[in-house]
């Protein structure tokens, strides 16, 4: 498998569950990403990973907690959701985080239904 | 910090005829630029980037954008759209230094008629 993937594709979910989303890239990048894409919104930038490490935390809620084990795998843990949570929630991964010159690469998302 | 505007919430065109969707961007240094394209329950796909050199950089699928420094401008064209290219397009620009200050436009509809 290519490029950037993620699993699921849609998820529905109640206020008091957990559940994970996953991304993984096969493109040998050393930084990931998550964005939120709400209707009618911008993407807004989430978290940033560079080498497993976080360097990017955008005042996320803390009901959101990303873990990036190594550098092709990051999740996003999701607990005790709200309604406003509902969107496109999209991976992204790049050669370096700190290169100015770098493109980020996208996979499909996880569209997240919170009830 | 930077931003940027897509003035058009949705543009309709009929297939065959040109395109242009519009970006504005606002950065006090020489901003990185870039086009992605989303079609529905997809991620973004990269359709061209300037970083520098010649101002008329030319992408994937016919799509082409200019960079106009004097206007803080950076227009995606096609000169004949095809109904595949229904989507939604999102402008961003890159702040020198780091590739994680990425800021997105709102986007606009693109829907082409037969």
């Known amino acids: 498998e290519t490029g950037v993937t993620q699993t699921p594709r849609h998820l529905v979910m109640g206020m008091t569950n957990k559940k994970s989303l996953k991304c993984e890239q096969h493109l040998g990048h050393n930084a990931m990403y998550w964005y939120k894409q709400s209707a009618k919104k911008p993407l807004e930038l989430m978290f940033v990973y560079s080498l497993e490490e976080r360097v990017e935390n955008n005042s996320v809620p803390s009901r959101f907690s990303p873990e990036c084990p190594n550098s092709s795998h990051l999740f996003l843990h999701l607990h005790t959701l709200q309604p406003e949570d509902s969107a496109l929630y999209l991976c992204?991964?790049?050669?370096?985080?700190?290169?100015?010159?770098?493109?980020?690469?996208f996979g499909p998302g996880t569209r997240l239904t919170v009830l | 910090a930077q931003s940027v505007t897509q003035p058009d919430i949705h543009i309709t065109v009929s297939e065959g005829a040109s395109l242009e969707l519009r970006c504005n961007y606002s950065?006090?240094?020489?901003?990185?630029l870039f086009w992605y394209v989303q079609s529905p329950g997809q991620g973004l796909q990269l359709l061209l980037k300037?970083?520098?050199?010649?101002?008329l950089v030319q992408g994937i699928k016919g799509f082409e954008a200019e960079f106009k420094r004097s206007q803080s401008s950076f227009n995606l064209r096609k000169p004949s759209v095809h109904w595949s290219d229904a989507a939604e397009y999102f402008c961003?620009?890159?702040?020198?230094?780091?590739?994680?200050?990425?800021?997105f436009g709102s986007g606009t509809q693109l829907t082409v008629l037969p």
């Open positions: 961003a620009v890159g702040a020198s230094g780091s590739a994680r200050q990425l800021t």
């Open positions: 300037y970083f520098s050199g010649d101002t």
């Open positions: 950065y006090g240094a020489t901003p990185y």
């Open positions: 992204a991964s790049s050669q370096e985080a700190f290169a100015s010159t770098d493109t980020q690469y």
